[in-house]
């Protein structure tokens, strides 16, 4: 009971300590209420790692210093206990229905046709995406920037086919699988996209009322649609985040923490209330973009449901 109280002293004040470093450093001095509930789960990990790594150092001293001073006291050698040699080795022989390898090998990504319109099926058979490094700290940073998800637009009639695809594929995709849709951005802006190598990524906003969604409606008269992204998209390692429109000639591109830090959310959050109420800067920023990268499963539609009505 005794070691059980001490292991938990040691946890609170260890984690007392990295909660308070985690909002000075990374928080910028953050101590709300939401703040310090979203640092509280990836900061509470942290904590129980560093105890029970201490810990254990701490318990192989003690242990040792107790056979020491056994010996000491008995003037006798400790006997080692005694291993035998042909049970360790069969013990070590691998089994012949398992594999060597002790990670799972990802597997190629399988496609199919669907029986009715064969439209090309993207299966993702990997374990898991990997991840960016700093990625249990991006969803905290959204929370307290508000950030509730990320948007894409399309027109209506391109519903069906992402949705027997299995979901949201880049320009570059597209035409790899061959797959025929209703685009609603112009030649210019898959040109710019392709000069800056950047057709194969799939480009979310971060708020719906958006000069391009309006500029697609109106002037090109297209029924449009709203796909809301979860935002676990922008921890995945090959997103990347641009601080204006990704075709601006001078946009700025980043795929970490510390560039998603430098992206005017003033701007995009004013610009709810009002584009034209912005200044030209402040429009510019206010298009600040997510990039993800060939393809995002349908999984990840946060709207999903809605979608599967319109149909």
Same mark, same amino acid.
């Given at each position: 009971m005794?070691?059980?109280k001490?292991?938990l002293?040691r946890?609170?004040?260890?984690?007392?300590?990295?909660?308070?470093?985690n909002?000075?450093?990374?928080?910028?001095g953050c101590?709300y209420?939401?703040c310090l509930?979203?640092?509280?789960?990836h900061? !509470?990990v942290?904590?129980?790692?560093f105890?029970a790594?201490?810990f254990e150092?701490? !318990?192989d001293?003690t242990k040792?210093?107790?056979?020491?001073?056994?010996e000491?006291?008995?003037?006798?050698?400790?006997?080692s206990?005694r291993?035998?040699?042909?049970?360790?080795l069969?013990?070590?022989k691998p089994?012949?229905?398992?594999?060597v390898?002790s990670?799972?090998i990802?597997?190629t990504?399988?496609?199919?046709?669907?029986?009715?319109?064969?439209?090309?099926v993207i299966?993702e058979?990997s374990p898991?995406?990997a991840k960016k490094?700093?990625?249990?700290?991006?969803?905290?940073y959204?929370?307290f920037?508000?950030?509730?998800?990320?948007y894409?637009?399309t027109?209506r009639r391109?519903?069906?086919?992402i949705?027997?695809?299995?979901?949201?594929m880049?320009?570059q995709?597209l035409?790899n699988r061959q797959?025929?849709?209703?685009?609603?951005?112009?030649?210019?802006?898959?040109?710019?996209?392709?000069?800056? !190598?950047l057709s194969n990524?799939?480009r979310?906003?971060l708020?719906k009322?958006?000069?391009?969604?309006?500029?697609?409606?109106y002037?090109?008269?297209?029924e449009?649609i709203w796909i809301q992204?979860?935002r676990?998209?922008?921890?995945?390692?090959n997103?990347?985040f641009?601080?204006?429109n990704?075709?601006?000639?001078?946009?700025k591109?980043?795929?970490?923490l !510390?560039?998603?830090?430098?992206?005017?959310?003033?701007?995009?959050?004013?610009?709810k209330d009002?584009?034209n109420t912005?200044h030209?800067?402040?429009?510019?920023h206010?298009?600040?973009?997510?990039?993800?990268?060939r393809?995002i499963p349908?999984k990840y539609?946060?709207?999903?449901?809605e979608l599967e009505?319109?149909i």
């Amino acid at each position: 009971m005794e070691r059980i109280k001490e292991h938990l002293e040691r946890f609170l004040i260890t984690w007392g300590v990295i909660l308070v470093l985690n909002q000075l450093f990374l928080f910028h001095g953050c101590f709300y209420p939401n703040c310090l509930i979203a640092a509280l789960p990836h900061t !509470g990990v942290i904590a129980f790692l560093f105890v029970a790594f201490t810990f254990e150092k701490v !318990g192989d001293k003690t242990k040792s210093k107790k056979n020491q001073e056994k010996e000491l006291i008995s003037h006798k050698e400790v006997a080692s206990p005694r291993i035998n040699s042909d049970d360790s080795l069969e013990s070590k022989k691998p089994d012949n229905n398992q594999s060597v390898h002790s990670k799972p090998i990802p597997s190629t990504q399988n496609i199919k046709k669907t029986p009715d319109d064969s439209l090309t099926v993207i299966r993702e058979t990997s374990p898991e995406i990997a991840k960016k490094i700093e990625y249990r700290n991006i969803i905290p940073y959204l929370d307290f920037r508000n950030i509730e998800c990320f948007y894409h637009f399309t027109e209506r009639r391109n519903l069906k086919s992402i949705l027997q695809s299995g979901g949201l594929m880049s320009f570059q995709e597209l035409r790899n699988r061959q797959i025929n849709v209703i685009h609603v951005s112009n030649d210019l802006s898959w040109e710019l996209d392709a000069k800056k !190598g950047l057709s194969n990524y799939i480009r979310l906003a971060l708020v719906k009322n958006h000069p391009m969604f309006w500029k697609a409606k109106y002037e090109m008269n297209f029924e449009l649609i709203w796909i809301q992204i979860d935002r676990e998209i922008a921890t995945w390692e090959n997103t990347k985040f641009t601080d204006k429109n990704a075709t601006d000639k001078n946009v700025k591109l980043g795929n970490d923490l !510390g560039f998603l830090k430098t992206i005017d959310y003033d701007a995009i959050h004013k610009s709810k209330d009002g584009y034209n109420t912005l200044h030209e800067e402040e429009k510019k920023h206010a298009q600040s973009e997510i990039l993800v990268e060939r393809f995002i499963p349908k999984k990840y539609f946060l709207n999903l449901s809605e979608l599967e009505r319109m149909i």
